[in-house]
């Protein structure tokens, strides 16, 4: 129905009634009482109005705090009208407030920056990933103006210039990060930061890896072309051809060797080949270990092991593999004459495998490196003995895969001791 029609019929029956009843005191009693008895009505008709209207305003001080009077004749349509007007407020209220706590939640979760500026970069707000990527500090920098806080030549170029449709690539606080600037609302900016240092870094290592593995394949590959090319454009007696066909065979196990190791080490990053740790009977494992090492030595070094350890959970596989390089390592860096131990023993954390040799050892620059794939101390003995340059890399995966770690301690001239820890079964 018409909300004016709801409001206005009561009033004009009420008035009709009151106008009715004054005609019925002035034909039964005279004009004058029923003059006094109408402007008696009228006068209690006015203090009832001023009453709800200062119930009214008061209440409007301060909504929250009193009930309203369920009222008499229109004030109840009024009052109801109001309550249901503060019930929805309320409601409104609350749902913006949990809006709010979820945008804040959501904000604080994203791995990318997001700094709320003005239209002249003053700061306004920041979520914590743009307070680690940038230094800022809401708190502490709020209401500054973002090219004090942000001191980097290639940022200000870019405000300077204000293409701000293609992003900036920065370089700030040892980070590498994508910046975009949105101009939003009609008077506000959002400045977002996306981190790529370790794509980057990955992106890097992979370029690296290529380029040194193809440098790799192509060393040995250029010594069998050469002496093909020698044997189609020459008669070489028999003693000749022979000894080109050793050192092409050399050169073609050379090759096979990287891509094995390669290979493996693809397999122990591939997220596609997880762990199949069962129980490992470390003795039989040292034991081809031992024989592996005494094959390669041929003879030349005085290699002992000793398992005092426990047996342990793991991929007996790479476990030999990661051993494997270790002990053979030590044969191919000690030279003939020299000692190597191997040594299964026991640990606070669960186990060690232990392999000390006598053999040229290392200078202390180029141990944190030695894991880094194709990175040898020194480059010619490295091939002289069949190295691939990925043994440690291996190792490096291997332990990673079983919640291992490598220590080395080594002194140049004098030998190394490479120390592999594994927790226990
Ligand atoms: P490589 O196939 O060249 O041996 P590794 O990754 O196994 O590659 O080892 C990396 C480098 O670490 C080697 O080139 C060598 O310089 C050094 N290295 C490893 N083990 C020893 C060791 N027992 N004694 C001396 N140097 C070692």
């Not at 949105?182 to 240092?197: C, S």
Request: proline fraction near 4%; include cysteine.
């Amino acid at each position: 129905m018409n909300p004016h029609l709801v409001f206005w019929v009561p009033v004009a029956i009420r008035m009709a009634a009151m106008a009715v009843g004054g005609g019925v005191l002035w034909w039964m009693f005279g004009m004058v009482p029923a003059l006094v008895v109408s402007l008696l009505a009228l006068a209690t008709i006015v203090f009832v109005q001023l009453r709800y209207l200062s119930q009214l305003s008061f209440w409007m001080d301060d909504p929250q705090s009193g009930r309203l009077p369920d009222g008499w004749g229109e004030w109840t349509t009024v009052f109801s009208r109001l309550y249901r007007m503060r019930r929805d407020d309320e409601k409104n209220q609350k749902e913006l407030t949990e809006w709010l706590a979820r945008f804040r939640q959501a904000m604080h979760l994203l791995p990318d920056g997001v700094v709320i500026m003005d239209d002249v970069l003053f700061l306004e707000w920041c979520n914590p990933a743009a307070e680690a990527h940038l230094g800022l500090r809401h708190d502490r920098d709020k209401g500054m103006r973002v090219t004090n806080l942000i001191r980097s030549p290639e940022f200000m170029d870019y405000i300077i210039l204000g293409r701000y449709d293609q992003p900036l690539t920065l370089t700030f606080r040892e980070r590498k990060l994508i910046v975009h600037i949105i101009p939003f609302e009609n008077r506000r900016q959002i400045l977002v930061t996306h981190d790529v240092t370790e794509t980057e870094r990955n992106e890097m290592m992979r370029r690296d890896f290529i380029a040194n593995a193809s440098h790799e394949l192509r060393t040995p590959l250029t010594v069998i072309v050469g002496f093909l090319e020698i044997a189609l454009s020459e008669e070489l007696d028999p003693a000749t051809r022979l000894a080109h066909l050793k050192l092409m065979m050399e050169q073609g196990q050379r090759m096979q060797h990287l891509i094995e190791d390669m290979l493996t080490l693809s397999r122990l990053e591939s997220v596609d080949h997880p762990l199949r740790s069962e129980r490992v009977d470390v003795k039989k494992l040292l034991d081809r270990v031992l024989s592996d090492a005494r094959a390669l030595s041929a003879g030349k070094h005085t290699i002992s092991l000793e398992v005092n350890g426990p047996d342990i959970s793991g991929s007996p596989d790479e476990l030999h593999s990661a051993f494997g390089n270790l002990a053979s390592n030590a044969v191919r860096y000690t030279p003939a004459g020299g000692e190597i131990r191997l040594k299964w023993q026991r640990s606070s954390r669960g186990a060690q495998f232990v392999v000390e040799d006598t053999g040229i050892g290392i200078s202390p620059e180029h141990i944190s490196r030695l894991t880094e794939r194709f990175y040898r101390v020194d480059k010619s003995r490295s091939r002289e003995t069949q190295g691939t340059g990925l043994g440690l890399a291996i190792v490096k995966h291997v332990l990673l895969r079983h919640g291992g770690n490598l220590s080395i301690t080594s002194e140049a001239g004098k030998g190394s001791s490479f120390t592999v820890s594994l927790p226990g079964a």
